[in-house]
């Protein structure tokens, strides 16, 4: 059973930063590639920063330049460093893992969230 965790939300003062957390276990198939997703309250789920297993690293322009995302040696843990924190970037992140567990077909998990809340 793959889990997905998502750890280090909080409520911060506009300005401060954050560092996430997500770990994912359960597997030994290859993970194609992690991200990080965020959902504000009556908004549809958005992307905010995926890395590949190449490394290749991709950033909503709404974040770009503030977050960073990166992952650990084994390729199993990935963190979003969250700096200059506005409170529009108040949401519930999720973490996503894609897992190539067949030739041809990709599995997507997710975590359950962690919120991060920012006031002005």
């Known amino acids: 059973q793959v889990q997905v965790v998502e750890s280090g939300g909080g409520l911060v003062q506009a300005g401060g930063s954050l560092r996430l957390s997500c770990a994912a276990s359960g597997t030994n198939f290859s993970i194609e590639a992690m991200g990080w997703y965020r959902e504000a309250p009556g908004k549809e789920r958005e992307l905010v920063a995926t890395?590949?297993?190449?490394?290749?690293?991709n950033y909503a322009d709404a974040v770009k330049g503030r977050f960073t995302i990166s992952r650990d040696n084994a390729k199993t843990t990935v963190y979003l460093e969250m700096i200059s924190l506005k409170p529009e970037d108040t949401a519930v992140y999720y973490c996503n893992v894609v897992i190539r567990e067949r030739p041809t077909i990709s599995f997507r998990y997710w975590g359950r969230g962690t919120q991060v809340t920012v006031s002005g």
């Open positions: 890395i590949l297993r190449g490394g290749n690293t």
